[in-house]
């Protein structure tokens, strides 16, 4: 009896339920392939043996020094190279699932071991970034600053800050996706790795707790996150996804129960109904978890959820349905369309699995495959969206490093020097166009997240349809030009020659750093020593910022041949924009005195193929990096000695020691040879394991001193070794101290100065230092009791400063905790503010509403427009999401900010749209304005807005004048106009009852007296402004707790308490 596997089984059942897909359109196998390609091209941190991706090399080998922990490894997030945790956690999950899912078709493709080795990796990072119970750092880098450089990620050069979560500062959403993360992978590797396994498992349930147990949005926490990866959906949908991903990697039951009781409070739509006219993505985990939780219990409750969803992507629910484009994608959204599309396919494929109604069955897998088809070229332009696959794949796609620019621009070299295979691009617009080009970041950037669920839905679809991955992948890319010299005859006469000299690093196969930099320009001296001059006659002469020139040197004396090298001692030469790419520096060689017969030029070496007038790339003269030549000839076979000199071996070894187990990333880039011979490395790790190349990584799994040695060898009988000691060490006993540095603060000039009160506990030891530092600011503040608990931070100007405190325990760990302090400016005065408006638009029934503003100041002092927020107010219907554009502003379009806030209903608005400025967009002068900002916002959807009657608008103001129904506020207080009667926030979902403010009247002062019903003992107490700030936080045990609100700012506040079944939300009023 013949025996079928069951991936044979498996496509012979689809070919039964679903005939109308019968025949395979692409390779699935080889999509499947490169897409885990992907992932290797987004590696951060020391790359591990066998990396598959030439042209990457290691970087940001530096993240987490600066809170004395190594958080190196992990993915950059897309295009640029900030590591955020939320959507790399997100990514995580979603890949482990899909391989969860569908393991026959990786066993099948081949791919098995890439999928698990590429989950490793990131869960490698994720458990570095968890250094204790209740401390999860959630990014790394500064959004605006990664965005401003347009390089490579081996040679970036900006700081890249570590952010956090603390029990102090929660992040629920954070927490819980990273345990989903974690619990997934746990799945995966519980056989093949059962100790790492328990490891991941571990990590997961902490976070979980961790997550639980102190609520709150992430990025409000890590408060630069909101700006990229904001959690628009709250934190109630990622603990229930979290708990899920824990009971199917526990099958403990009081996971499932958690779900359950979650369940009923994630998002919903207007009328309460769960949400549906969304998808799973990084920041929306509701539409997965009806797919999970109908997949484990197969309850009707979950499935009706699931399907009401999937109905609405594929026939409609009740008349609303997605956009189709012409072409039959699913089109949400206009930022990654195609992601949109791919998650809710993956899902799709993975409901339509397990369940038996043969009508659903056969709509969500024909719906899945028809979206993944469209994304490989069953479009109206017949093209492949995924880069490296198919017919006329993208070439350009939004992505620094893959681009490998050497000036910090996206526009040079023009096309891409490296194939970034398996990436899903963002994406065409509702109409299917979509153009290659590499600045349109909205259509064409790239994205961990992107590839995600669309990688699970190629495994479904390989293991239905076939296709083979190809056997030579990956061809290894042609090296490209690197480094070179430029060079131009400067001047020269009857006895001097001088030349300008360009030495060149545009590397990029991978990206590196030169820091000693040399060339050799070759003469020969034959014609003057025949008229019978000798060495000490002749000069040299050097013109260059921070080069150093030697004298003239033998290379082959026999022959008169001697040598001038220039050299740039400890000068960065990166590809990292013009004045770091390059540097110049004029040399003259001269015989003074000496007459013409006694110089000629034309026989020496480097000469040759000069001119006067322009740069030429010479081979001529050659390129150096400590003393190895990285380009360039030499004259004859001469090398200034006839024998062969050994090399010089020196590398280094980052880091030194740490826990088990520990990535040490290897780098041999300080071995150099005299004679410019190639090298080749070997390396003996010590732990009986070996490896090869210049730069290498190696994970120690157990404890022990370790000798790691380097040999190298030159080709010609020549090495030379030298050893490193790694100290691993497994014991775990010392936990990390944690670190508060305290709530945030805020002063008002001139008062340039602040206290801020720091502690740190240890739950196994004693705090042994205290040290505090500056993050962020505008200018470097004076700093006073660095090395206390308490710190005096002097000197401030108007801004925003962010302090660290970290403290290190008596075993040597470290903790640490910002704080941040706003200062504003010394106050204009009642009434110096206000705004002038005017419509834009005279259609007060289109997709579009254009409210164009200014911001006057009659004050007699400068005010920061960072300082400043306006609303426009207005009323919204229906559903969708809105987006926000700055059309023109004089202060600079990218230097304004817009964010949208619903509100309760009253008359004339729902909402409204808050328009910002960062710090780069200045003041508005004392007696001047800010000149013109055009705003205009749509709905995702792009359905009407009706504006007659919105509370700010107005048709008949079409040129600037004041209106007080714009309102303003500087630093979250209300300075001009206002605002719509009853207006407030929608933070929260206010439920419950039993809390009583007992302080009349209402507005009050100082005091607020709150009297609590039994439910809301043991809840955490939460005072937020207007704005969502908090101004104070605390655990409530009593039944009665008064609020002390002296020193708090006049105006409304929000007083929320939360526990695990609810919160509850009263408003109260500071005079």
Avoid at 140 to 152: E, K, N
Avoid at 165 to 170: D, E, L, R, S
Wanted: proline fraction near 5%.
């Amino acid at each position: 009896m013949n025996k079928r596997s069951p991936l044979v089984l498996l496509a012979l059942l689809c070919l039964i339920a679903f005939p109308a897909f019968s025949q395979a359109r692409y390779n699935y196998g080889e999509v499947l392939q490169k897409s885990w390609f992907f992932y290797e091209a987004q590696r951060a941190g020391a790359l591990p043996t066998g990396n598959r991706v030439g042209w990457r090399g290691n970087s940001a080998m530096q993240d987490g020094a600066d809170v004395g922990i190594d958080l190196t490894g992990g993915w950059y997030d897309a295009g640029d190279h900030v590591k955020f945790g939320f959507p790399m956690a997100f990514t995580a999950t979603a890949l482990a699932w899909g391989v969860i899912e569908y393991r026959d078709a990786y066993v099948a493709s081949g791919q098995l071991d890439e999928a698990l080795d590429n989950l490793r990796f990131v869960n490698n990072y994720f458990i570095k970034a968890h250094p204790s119970p209740n401390e999860l750092y959630g990014q790394i880098g500064t959004g605006s600053v990664d965005h401003a450089w347009w390089g490579p990620a081996e040679v970036m050069q900006m700081p890249r800050p570590s952010y956090k979560i603390t029990a102090a500062k929660p992040g629920s959403d954070l927490a819980g996706e990273t345990a989903a993360a974690m619990a997934a992978a746990s799945i995966l590797f519980k056989t093949s790795d059962p100790a790492y396994s328990a490891t991941l498992l571990t990590h997961a349930k902490q976070l979980y707790t961790f997550a639980d147990t102190y609520r709150g949005k992430y990025s409000d926490a890590i408060t630069d996150a909101s700006a990229f990866y904001n959690s628009w959906s709250g934190y109630q949908d990622e603990l229930v996804w979290g708990a899920l991903w824990l009971y199917r990697a526990t099958n403990d039951v009081t996971y499932l129960n958690k779900a359950r009781l979650e369940y009923p409070k994630m998002n919903k739509e207007q009328d309460g109904t769960p949400s549906f006219k969304w998808s799973m993505n990084w920041d929306d985990k509701t539409y997965g978890s009806y797919v999970l939780m109908a997949k484990l219990t197969g309850e009707a409750t979950y499935k009706a959820d699931a399907e009401r969803w999937l109905d609405y992507w594929t026939v409609g629910v009740n008349g609303q349905k997605i956009t189709y484009t012409p072409g039959g994608l699913a089109w949400l959204d206009t930022w990654g369309s195609l992601r949109y599309a791919a998650n809710t396919s993956f899902a799709a494929f993975v409901y339509s699995d397990f369940i038996t109604d043969a009508v659903r069955k056969a709509r969500y897998h024909d719906f899945a495959v028809s979206q993944i088809n469209y994304m490989l070229g069953d479009n109206p332009s017949k093209r492949s969206m995924v880069v490296g696959f198919g017919v006329n794949p993208p070439v350009n796609p939004h992505h620094r490093t893959a681009h490998g620019s050497w000036t910090n621009s996206l526009q040079a070299p023009a096309n891409n020097r490296h194939v970034i295979y398996g990436a899903l691009v963002g994406g065409p617009d509702r109409s299917d166009l979509y153009i290659d080009d590499r600045g349109n970041y909205i259509t064409n950037e790239i994205a961990t997240d992107y590839n995600a669920a669309f990688t699970g839905a190629v495994a479904r679809m390989y293991g239905e349809f076939g296709g083979a991955p190809l056997a030579t992948f990956p061809v290894a890319e042609p090296v490209g030009e690197e480094f070179f010299n430029e060079a131009k005859i400067n001047a020269q006469g009857s006895n001097f020659t001088e030349v300008a000299v360009w030495a060149n690093n545009r590397s990029a196969w991978p990206a590196r750093m030169t820091e000693n930099v040399s060339y050799r320009y070759f003469v020969d001296l034959t014609e003057g020593f025949a008229a019978g001059y000798t060495l000490a006659n002749y000069t040299v002469a050097l013109n260059g910022s921070g080069a150093v020139a030697s004298g003239l040197r033998a290379w082959d004396a026999a022959k008169n041949i001697y040598y001038v090298e220039v050299s740039f001692p400890n000068t960065k030469v990166y590809p990292g924009g013009q004045e770091h790419t390059r540097k110049e520096a004029q040399v003259r060689v001269s015989l003074p005195n000496a007459p013409a017969a006694a110089w000629n030029p034309a026989n020496d070496w480097s000469y040759q193929g000069l001119n006067a007038t322009a740069l030429v790339k010479s081979d001529y003269i050659p390129f150096y990096n400590a003393g190895v030549k990285l380009y360039g000839n030499v004259p004859g076979s001469g090398g200034g000695t006839p024998t062969n000199t050994p090399p010089v071996v020196g590398f280094t070894a980052t880091p030194t020691a740490g826990t088990a187990p520990l990535v040490v990333a290897f780098d041999a880039s300080g071995s150099t040879d005299a004679d410019g011979d190639a090298l080749t490395y070997g390396w003996n790790f010590g732990d009986a394991t070996t490896g090869t190349g210049r730069t290498v990584s190696h994970t120690y799994g157990a404890g022990g001193p370790y000798t790691a040695t380097l040999t190298v060898s030159d080709g010609k009988g020549g090495s030379a070794t030298a050893t490193r000691t790694i100290t691993i060490t497994t014991a775990p006993g010392n936990q990390a101290p944690v670190a508060s540095a305290g709530p945030d603060k805020s002063v008002t000039l001139p008062t340039n100065s602040v206290v801020i009160a720091g502690s740190g506990t240890d739950t196994d030891g004693t705090i042994s230092a205290y040290a505090w530092s500056q993050v962020t600011g505008p200018n470097a503040a004076t700093l006073s009791g660095a090395a206390t608990a308490t710190l005096t931070a002097g000197g401030l100007v108007a801004g925003t400063y962010t302090f660290r405190l970290t403290v290190t325990d008596n075993g040597g760990l470290k903790g640490s905790d910002d704080v941040a302090v706003v200062v504003s400016s010394t106050p204009t005065g009642p009434g110096s503010l206000k705004v002038q408006y005017r419509n834009g638009d005279p259609s007060a029934t289109d997709n579009a509403i254009k409210p164009h503003f200014q911001v006057v100041n009659a004050g007699t002092t400068a005010v920061p427009l960072s300082e400043l927020k306006i609303r426009y107010w207005y009323t919204k219907e229906g559903s969708a999401g809105e987006s926000f554009w700055c059309d023109y502003a004089v202060v600079g379009s990218s230097n304004t900010t817009g964010r949208f806030v619903a509100v309760s209903p009253v008359a004339g608005a729902n909402g409204y749209l808050e328009v910002g400025f960062t710090p780069a967009a200045g003041s508005v002068a004392a007696g001047g304005n800010s000149g013109e900002v055009q705003a205009r916002f749509s709905k995702t959807d792009w359905s009407n807005y009706t504006e007659t009657g919105d509370y700010s608008y107005d048709p008949t103001k079409t040129a600037y004048t004041d209106w007080s129904r714009v309102t303003l506020y500087r630093n979250g207080v209300l300075v001009w106009g206002t605002e719509p009667t009853g207006a407030a926030r929608f933070d929260y979902n206010a439920k419950g009852d039993g809390l009583e403010i007992l302080s009349f009247p209402n507005p009050t002062t100082d005091r607020v007296t709150l009297k609590l019903a039994d439910a809301w003992k043991g809840g955490r107490l939460v005072v937020t402004d207007a704005n969502g700030k908090v101004v104070q936080s605390a655990n409530v045990q009593a039944a009665e707790h008064t609020l002390d609100l002296h020193g708090v700012k006049a105006g409304l506040y929000f007083i929320r308490i939360s526990t695990a079944s609810g919160q509850v939300v009263r408003k109260v009023v500071k005079n």
